[in-house]
């Protein structure tokens, strides 16, 4: 019944496997990795098989942190709308009205979800065997590696699976899953870098322990998923309806939002109870005061928990031990930022879509700037005072002398995450307009961030590794021209006491910063205006033109 009578299982992989979009990102993917071994590929017209070639270990190094990453990130795509697709979709009841037990439903549903991934990652294995010839690089590692990478697959799915069958919306899934898994994400790669000069451990390692972990915890996981959808605490009404905020503070574990005092009403103010101003915005207010809170606050809570969690040893570590790396805690906040904003935006228009009140919603008085403006501050007002919350360790250490005497760099990393936390917005907003589905807008944003972010590092990561030439990357850090990592990292600071030792003064990129900001300024002001355009363009925006 788990896996050859499983009617869940069956009827998931051949939407998923047999849609369009399977052939076209299967192809996507295999192309991306082909490239990379043609762009890291050694040049050299000899190569000594007699001897272990660093090269191939650095591209083999480089190609599974990459899967690996690539991985964390699509795992929740694929799964985190497991149980919440149900429920938005009003078939939740439905499926549990079904002869099926909860344990077939959610291992039905974890497996249909990775299959996809899995075909993804094993597809990869022709490609990675052209590294062999090089030497350097065992069969065992690479199987070893692929083992430890399925089964860090299957505990990313689990996770997603887990926090889809706490949560009502596919959106607070998603997030609360990439909080989680974030971490691990950097524990692994971490792991596999310091374990590079010691193959043997690392093949241990991703044998044993990583296996071990990912079943125990993954059996966990799918058990408490699968109890819970036995006793659903929220059926009823099709599921939709608001929860009950003082109910909800009475049973909430942990961190407690009060929504009429400071600073929670910044991002989470109450509902309503007078009558609103005459020149006030009702889309704002209708969205900030209902819209966006109706469904409770437990993914805002976790998220604010997990975030804040993870952010003190970063503090201790980066502002006041290494403050010459300050740099990595706002790359915290640009990931954090990154994965809160389109949370809040992605779903500006397509759910009015989803709720087929667009059509009204656009026949109103409502002005189109009003309707754009409210739906643009709103989003954008929770995940900046959330950002915020995590920018404020940042000011509290210039405390430090040492941070202290970096104000001016302090000051250009705040502008860095003003700048990309309207852009994310600004970008989910536009999205949101031009899709349909508020899942597919979501992960629509995602990748794109994740291109204009991302993918210039690991160019960069890649040229350098693989070209000794240093006048050949003299201007190789323009690459991340439209990269908050990149700019971050090149802001200038002075020489600071770090740790025991006195580190140099970093002098930076102050042009890449000054290029980064200008190239996002016109970004967001082209996507902000497109946008508008299709608001006044109605019948575009409907899709009944």
């Known amino acids: 019944m788990f896996l050859v009578d499983n009617p869940v299982l069956q ?11 399977a052939f076209v990102l299967l192809l ?13 590929y050694p040049r050299e017209t000899r190569i000594d098989l007699t001897s272990e070639s660093a090269a191939a270990q650095k591209l083999v190094d480089f190609f599974f942190i990459g899967q690996f ?23 939740y009841e439905m499926l549990l009205a079904s ?28 490609i990675i065997m052209l590294c062999l010839p090089l030497g350097g690089v065992s069969i065992y590692e690479l199987l070893a590696a692929y083992i430890g990478l399925l089964f860090a697959i299957l505990l990313f799915g689990s996770i997603s699976v887990f926090c889809s069958s706490y949560f009502k919306r596919t959106a607070s899934s998603l997030v609360v899953s990439y909080v989680i898994i974030l971490p691990l994400l950097m524990v692994g790669v971490l792991t596999w870098t310091a374990l590079s000069a010691r193959a043997d451990l690392r093949l241990i390692v991703t044998t044993t322990l990583v296996p071990t972990i990912s079943i125990v915890f993954s059996l966990i996981l799918l058990r408490v998923a699968a109890r819970r959808l036995l006793y659903p605490p929220d059926i009823g009404s099709q599921g939709d309806e608001v929860v009950d905020l003082e109910n909800e503070q009475k049973k909430a574990v942990g961190l407690v939002i009060q929504r009429d005092q400071f600073p929670d009403n910044l991002f989470a103010p109450p509902r309503r109870r007078t009558l609103m101003k005459d020149d006030a915005n009702p889309i704002y207010d209708k969205e900030m005061h209902a819209e966006l809170f109706s469904q409770g606050t437990l993914m805002l809570r976790l998220v604010i928990q997990l975030s804040m969690i993870l952010a003190i040893p970063l503090m201790a570590a980066f502002l006041f031990w290494k403050p010459d790396l300050a740099y990595l805690y706002v790359s915290y906040v640009l990931v954090f930022n990154i994965l809160s904003a389109p949370v809040f935006a992605a779903g500006a228009i397509t759910s009015e879509r989803e709720r087929q009140t667009l059509d009204l919603l656009l026949t109103t008085t409502i002005s189109n700037s009003q309707i754009l403006w ?26 430090n002398p040492e941070v202290a005497r970096n104000i001016l760099a302090v000051l250009a990393f705040t502008i860095i995450i003003f700048f990309a936390s309207v852009f994310n917005s600004v970008l989910s907003l536009f999205i949101s307009s031009i899709v349909r589905k508020t899942s597919t807008a979501l992960m629509l944003s995602y990748i794109t961030l994740i291109a204009l972010y991302l993918l210039p590092i690991a160019v960069y990561s890649l040229i350098t590794s693989s ?15 439209t990269s908050p990592f990149m700019a971050a990292k090149s802001v200038p600071m002075a020489s600071v006491q770090s740790g025991l030792e006195m580190s140099r003064a970093n002098f930076g990129n102050p042009i890449l910063v000054l290029a980064y900001l200008a190239i ?6 082209v996507l902000f205006n497109l946008t508008a355009v299709l608001l006044r363009s109605r019948w575009r925006l409907t899709g009944r033109g």
């Open 467 to 481: 070209t000794p030439d240093p006048d050949a990357l003299r201007n190789l850090d323009y690459l991340g021209t």
């Open 520 to 525: 996002t300024a016109v970004m967001t002001i």
């Open 69 to 91: 990453a690539i991985a964390s990130l699509m795992a929740p795509s694929f799964s985190a709308g497991a149980i919440t697709g149900e429920k938005e979709r009003k078939t």
């Open 99 to 126: 002869p099926l037990n909860t344990g077939s439903i959610v291992f039905g549903k974890l497996t249909a979800a990775l299959t996809h991934l899995v075909v993804l990652m094993i597809s990869s294995l022709p």
């Open 28 to 40: 996507v993917y295999q192309l991306a990795l082909a490239s990379v071994i043609i762009l890291a």
């Open 11 to 21: 009827r998931e992989l051949l939407s998923n496997l047999r849609a369009p979009r």
């Open 374 to 399: 409210g739906k643009f501050l709103s989003g954008y007002r929770v995940a900046a005072v959330l950002t915020g919350f995590l920018m404020f360790p940042m000011l509290l250490a210039c405390i």
